[in-house]
């Protein structure tokens, strides 16, 4: 799909159900999109152009904007209570990018990052990162089932948007390509290949290696682990609920 001869992300294309003979597309606009006039659509399928229309696009809003509520590793819609939850966007921060890395005080995650804070289930996130189009954030503990996230910064508060929380998400972090982080113990070299991988020193796992996988949304612990603040590196918190992993 095109419009106004931009390539456009097309996230879904099925037939409608209640109307035979019928298909829905879903698309997603960027914001390089010329706002304030009718620009063209046109489809192309297996090669072959669709009829062109005209689609009127509106100016961009100027307050945050929430477009989606996912699993800070794997990208799914929902997130997991004390787990991280990444935020997609417009004008959700107003610098480029920053993280919480001079943020933290005593031990203690920031609640604000550059002026820009974000609640779940009313409660305050723990913000790690902030851009213009992306927040990452740890969730408090909220209960799991239908819940509200809203962002504010200094251009105000976005509209309410509707998420679902969850006990459990499990879910790796991945480099590019899809390789799940894992670590070489006890030295903590990344187990990707050999060489160098993102500007890091790399040795693919081998049978017998001992890895550790970075992950996040493994459920609740025991003893329950401390919301806001460091994790103390001398303590062990055990999931709740067992944990297997396949390989291969």
């Known amino acids: 799909a095109t419009l106004a001869g931009i390539a456009l992300t097309v996230s879904a294309a099925n ?3 209640s109307s035979p003979g ?15 006039a009718a620009q063209t659509l046109i489809l192309n399928i297996g090669g ?3 009829n062109s229309v005209f689609v009127p696009v509106g100016a961009l809003p100027t307050i945050p904007t929430i477009a989606s509520i996912q699993n800070g ?17 417009i004008n959700l921060a107003a610098v480029a990018s920053d993280t919480w890395d001079k943020a933290i005080v005593n031990g ?49 508060s976005s509209a309410t948007a509707n998420a679902t929380a969850v006990a459990e998400q499990p ?22 290949k050999n060489g160098t991988f993102a500007g890091l020193t790399t040795v693919p796992a081998k049978p017998k290696d001992v890895l550790i996988l970075w992950g996040t949304a493994f459920g609740a612990t025991l003893p329950a682990a401390p919301t806001g603040v460091q994790i103390p590196g001398t303590s062990t918190f055990s999931t709740v609920n067992t944990v297997t992993v396949t390989v291969g």
């Open 15 to 17: 037939p409608v159900s």
């Open 22 to 36: 019928q298909y829905a597309v879903g698309i997603t606009l960027p914001y390089t999109i010329p706002a304030g």
């Open 48 to 50: 072959f152009p669709s």
């Open 73 to 89: 590793a794997s990208f799914q819609d929902g997130f997991a209570s004390n787990a991280w939850l990444t935020i997609k966007g």
């Open 108 to 156: 203690q995650l920031p609640t604000t990052l550059d002026g820009v804070s974000v609640l779940v289930g009313g409660q305050p996130a723990y913000v790690y990162f902030v851009s213009p189009t992306q927040i990452n954030v740890v969730a408090p503990n909220v209960a799991p089932g239908a819940t509200t996230v809203v962002v504010k910064n200094s251009l105000g």
């Open 171 to 192: 879910a790796f972090f991945t480099w590019p390509g899809g390789y799940a982080v894992a670590s070489h113990f006890p030295d903590f070299t990344y187990a990707v």
